[in-house]
């Protein structure tokens, strides 16, 4: 006689958005695409990894006497935040707003403050407002990611969900302390040991992926994705030899006890192929 199988466990799974960098002049089809590979898979929660907009506005290479501050510039740069913000989760909103609730799909959407976009910490919008007081009322409150569904996690403080962190870039050194916090870990294998768990960061352009295995069977995961953008209009500042990286999103599925998950990766050529 036939054993009855029992259902397999339902695990939950991560779609991973490193930094989009978002500018006025930027083109965006990449964004819906985004959205639409995440409507067809439906992962339990969407993080992106911070950076939403680059804000050159605000840039510390510019010397104010260069550029000063103008308020159309940084209001394009608010812009072009917020609408990537919008266009990543619109063709879940239009699904929403055309199907009935049994077949509407609500992720839990979450963005991490980067240096860029961050109106807290370190954050350019946080240090210009430190900068130069007198213009508070122009500065925060600007980008609003919160409109679009978004949970902003503030820049720099690490967000764990379903046993993995997540934070634009952690700052521990090999002592584990946090002395500095102007730059993330040399790598995604510095970053496991140094968290002492599952970790995900941003920041980096490209794609480090580390598996640290820790038992028999048990593995934690460390990865730095940074770049999810088209051209090579957020990285004026590398040399031609520089701008040969990957660029896309993660897909975390199977996420188990412990951090341990299945990685897939979706460049940014295939999205655009197959999203489009």
């Not at 605000?58 to 812009?79: I, M, T, V």
Request: net charge positive; charged share 25%; hydrophobic share 35%.
């Amino acid at each position: 006689m036939a054993r009855k199988r029992g259902k397999s466990p339902k695990y939950p799974s991560h779609l991973v958005i490193p930094d989009t960098q978002a500018r006025a002049d930027a083109p965006t089809s990449h964004l819906e695409a985004a959205g639409r590979y995440a409507l067809a898979k439906r992962p339990d929660t969407i993080i992106h990894l911070g950076d939403c907009g680059d804000f050159p506005s605000l840039s510390s290479y510019d010397s104010a006497a260069a550029k000063g501050f103008d308020q159309r510039d940084f209001k394009e740069d608010c812009d072009a935040a917020n609408e990537c913000a919008r266009l990543l989760v619109e063709p879940i909103a239009e699904w929403n707003r055309t199907h009935r609730k049994p077949k509407q799909y609500h992720p839990r959407l979450v963005m991490l403050e980067g240096n860029h976009d961050g109106q807290t910490g370190n954050g350019r919008i946080a240090r210009a407002v430190r900068d130069q007081p007198w213009l508070r009322g122009a500065l925060l409150d600007q980008v609003r990611y919160a409109d679009y569904g978004w949970e902003v996690v503030p820049f720099l403080q690490p967000i764990i969900i379903d046993d993995v962190g997540y934070c634009h870039y952690y700052c521990r050194n090999a002592r584990g302390a946090v002395v500095q916090t102007r730059r993330g870990m040399p790598s995604a294998h510095q970053q496991v040991v140094r968290e002492g768990m599952s970790a995900t960061a941003g920041h980096l352009q490209g794609l480090q992926v580390h598996i640290q295995q820790i038992g028999s069977g048990a593995r934690r995961r460390g990865i730095i994705a940074g770049s999810f953008y088209q051209g090579e209009f957020a990285t004026d500042y590398l040399s031609p030899q520089g701008h040969d990286y990957w660029k896309g999103i993660l897909v975390c599925h199977e996420l188990r006890n412990g951090g341990d998950y299945d990685l897939v990766e979706c460049s940014l050529g295939f999205l655009m192929r197959r999203y489009t």
